[in-house]
């Protein structure tokens, strides 16, 4: 166990620790139980637990949260952005997007996997990080249990006893720093914890995992027997050079090797894989580029998100593309046959839109 906490712990892991110790191993779904459905990490709080067991419990692990709350900036679209401070200094940030009409109060939350990003990808501002470190399993689950206290502590909040995935949280993302795929063990370590029947049972259909096209992480992931979750893909170019330019993993895997790896990856029944496409202005967004999107997808179950561009900083080198063109963009998809979604990025008034997470150490400053 080498996570700094026990907040990463598999029902599996926690019997095994159990079993170890000479104690019976369903003691380990009794305590998954209590801190993933009830939200306790107080072990003397775990009644149906001997006293002995559970001061054995709190004398060797770690209950302490390995993420503390430093910010919390809310936007006038709903979306709230959680800075959290990681217990080596550094800052990390997840989002709270709500759903829309009447789902309004179902809400997706979009989490880190990494600090920082080594990948690069010229729109987006986690790049200007640089790649800090890989984020554990517990720092992971860390964000969906801040999260889902914040949302309990509200004036409106409701008792973490229910089933987050029957109320107000539906959607897990891992959309936000870093790039999934480079730090697979913890997220899968991540999923399997927050997708168990005994805690918060999130349904694996409303899990997503984004990559950036890491083709020995995709390669991976598909030999994984375990994962039954969504895949998305950052796309954003069907070209090389125009991919290499705004992403330079593409150098190292290029389009020919990704859509390889998508080919080959297992999907359920009705089980479709989402290009994520970021229209930027004369640079992705002519008829042409969407010609070139519908050849590299043709033979693949998709479906498209063409997604806003929010720029970052004073000097960004790119600009949103045109409604026009946008318009005849999403036309042109449309009439090969693909469904496309003109997804609406929430929290860009915070910088908490796609390709907007960053940190440093100023925004530990007070807001």
Same mark, same amino acid.
């Given at each position: 166990?080498?996570?700094?906490?026990?907040?990463?712990?598999?029902?599996? @892991? !926690?019997?095994? !620790?159990?079993?170890?110790?000479?104690?019976?191993?369903?003691?380990?779904?009794?305590?998954?139980?209590?801190? +993933?459905?009830?939200?306790?990490? @107080?072990?003397?709080?775990?009644?149906?637990?001997?006293?002995?067991?559970? &001061?054995?419990?709190? =004398?060797?692990?770690? !209950?302490?949260?390995?993420?503390?709350? &430093? =910010?919390?900036?809310?936007?006038?679209?709903?979306?709230?952005?959680?800075?959290?401070?990681?217990? @080596?200094?550094?800052?990390? &940030?997840?989002?709270?997007?709500?759903?829309?009409?009447?789902?309004?109060?179902?809400?997706?939350?979009?989490?880190?996997?990494?600090?920082?990003?080594?990948?690069?990808?010229?729109?987006?501002?986690?790049?200007?990080?640089?790649?800090?470190?890989?984020?554990? *399993?517990?720092?992971?689950?860390?964000?969906?249990?801040?999260?889902?206290? %914040?949302?309990?502590?509200?004036?409106?909040?409701?008792?973490?006893?229910?089933?987050?995935?029957?109320?107000?949280?539906?959607?897990?993302?891992?959309?936000?720093?870093?790039?999934?795929?480079?730090?697979?063990?913890?997220?899968?370590?991540?999923?399997?914890?927050?997708?168990?029947?005994?805690?918060?049972?999130?349904?694996?259909?409303?899990?997503?995992?984004?990559?950036?096209?890491?083709?020995?992480?995709?390669?991976?992931?598909?030999?994984?027997?375990?994962? #039954?979750?969504?895949?998305?893909?950052?796309?954003?170019?069907? @070209?090389?050079?125009? =991919?290499?330019?705004?992403?330079?993993?593409?150098?190292?895997?290029?389009? #020919?090797?990704?859509?390889?790896?998508?080919? &080959? %990856?297992?999907?359920?029944?009705?089980?479709?894989?989402?290009?994520?496409?970021?229209?930027?202005?004369?640079?992705?967004?002519?008829?042409?580029?969407?010609?070139?999107?519908?050849? %590299?997808?043709?033979?693949?179950?998709?479906?498209?998100?063409?997604?806003?561009? +929010?720029?970052?900083?004073?000097?960004?080198?790119?600009?949103?593309?045109?409604? *026009?063109?946008?318009?005849? %963009?999403?036309?042109?998809?449309?009439?090969?046959?693909?469904?496309?979604?003109?997804?609406?990025?929430?929290?860009?008034?915070?910088?908490? #839109?796609?390709?907007?997470?960053?940190?440093?150490?100023?925004?530990?400053?007070?807001?």
């Amino acid at each position: 166990w080498s996570d700094p906490t026990c907040l990463g712990w598999t029902p599996a @892991d !926690w019997r095994t !620790w159990f079993s170890t110790r000479g104690r019976p191993g369903f003691r380990g779904d009794q305590v998954f139980t209590w801190i +993933h459905r009830f939200g306790v990490t @107080d072990p003397s709080a775990m009644t149906n637990l001997s006293k002995d067991l559970r &001061e054995e419990l709190a =004398r060797e692990l770690v !209950w302490s949260g390995p993420l503390s709350v &430093e =910010r919390v900036q809310r936007s006038f679209d709903g979306s709230i952005k959680f800075g959290f401070g990681t217990a @080596d200094g550094h800052l990390i &940030e997840s989002v709270l997007i709500p759903g829309s009409g009447r789902d309004r109060r179902k809400y997706t939350v979009c989490v880190s996997s990494q600090i920082g990003c080594a990948l690069g990808c010229t729109f987006c501002a986690t790049a200007t990080m640089g790649f800090l470190r890989d984020l554990s *399993a517990s720092e992971i689950v860390a964000q969906i249990h801040e999260i889902l206290r %914040f949302m309990a502590a509200e004036p409106d909040g409701w008792d973490l006893g229910e089933r987050p995935r029957t109320q107000w949280l539906t959607n897990i993302v891992y959309m936000g720093m870093g790039e999934p795929l480079l730090n697979l063990p913890a997220v899968l370590q991540s999923v399997a914890v927050l997708s168990d029947p005994a805690g918060l049972d999130f349904s694996s259909r409303r899990i997503t995992i984004s990559t950036a096209g890491w083709v020995p992480g995709l390669r991976e992931l598909a030999g994984h027997p375990d994962f #039954a979750g969504q895949l998305a893909i950052s796309l954003h170019a069907c @070209d090389d050079g125009i =991919r290499t330019r705004l992403m330079p993993v593409n150098r190292r895997f290029p389009l #020919a090797d990704l859509r390889e790896a998508l080919l &080959e %990856f297992p999907l359920p029944a009705r089980r479709r894989i989402t290009m994520e496409y970021i229209l930027l202005a004369d640079v992705n967004d002519s008829p042409a580029h969407a010609r070139a999107l519908v050849r %590299f997808c043709s033979g693949l179950r998709v479906k498209i998100n063409l997604i806003p561009y +929010h720029a970052y900083g004073p000097a960004s080198q790119f600009s949103a593309s045109p409604p *026009a063109r946008k318009a005849a %963009f999403t036309e042109l998809l449309q009439a090969s046959g693909l469904t496309v979604i003109e997804r609406s990025s929430a929290g860009a008034d915070i910088d908490a #839109a796609c390709g907007q997470l960053a940190s440093s150490e100023r925004s530990r400053e007070p807001q």
